[in-house]
């Protein structure tokens, strides 16, 4: 069983929730559903290995860059690098 990624709850509140997110080496969240659209912070530079419906692919990250998703994502994401990884996940309600 692989180690399970750490979410830390930052803001919750009627328009947005955030919540960083760290992946020691090997980590995943498991699989999930986004319920809300959501924007990711990379705070690290690396890479991530995403599974879902389609299989698994790897997204190159760089710390800073943002990218956004809709609602309805569902996937796996785990960390394939030897160092920790960290990111900002803001969803929008």
Known sequence: MSAKAIPTLQIDNDRVRVIEWRFPPGAATG???????YVVVPMTTGK??????QGERFA???AGSSYT?????EHDVANP???EFVFVEIETK
Request: proline content about 4%.
């Open 60 to 62: 190159d990250l760089v």
């Open 31 to 37: 699989w999930h559903r986004h319920e809300y659209d």
């Open 69 to 73: 998703r809709k609602a309805g994502v």
């Open 81 to 83: 690098n030897p160092h």
């Open 48 to 53: 991530l290995r995403l599974t879902d419906g």
